[in-house]
């Protein structure tokens, strides 16, 4: 089993910053992708990063060139450094990690953004 525990979110004006961090911990070895995931109010849950085991990143071309994912195996954590943060990606923000095939998710942190 892994569980996900997530922190960082918050109030932020819009050309602010925030960091997102994801705590796995359970009984595992290694995990292989992280990433996170962000659902607005009436919208679906989408993809906005994902880093590999080993350290291949992939972005929402909605947020490149401002948001950085970032692991660190040592501890089982990753980040998501968000800046120049809009309006548009207040959400509530979750961290999912997979394991041999099977997919983990935090309870999720909100993140909002006021213009």
């Known amino acids: 089993q892994v569980q996900l525990v997530e922190s960082g979110g918050g109030l932020v004006q819009a050309g602010g910053s925030l960091r997102l961090s994801c705590a796995a911990s359970?009984?595992?070895?290694?995990?292989?992708?992280m990433g996170w995931y962000r659902q607005a109010p009436g919208n679906q849950r989408e993809l906005v990063a994902i880093v590999s085991s080993g350290g291949s990143t992939n972005y929402a071309d909605s947020v490149k060139g401002r948001f950085t994912i970032s692991r660190d195996n040592t501890k089982n954590t990753v980040y998501l450094q968000m800046n120049s943060l809009k309006p548009e990606d207040t959400a509530v923000y979750y961290c999912k990690a997979v394991r041999i095939g099977r997919s983990y998710w935090g309870q999720g942190t909100q993140v909002t953004v006021s213009s």
């Open positions: 359970g009984s595992f070895s290694s995990l292989n992708a």
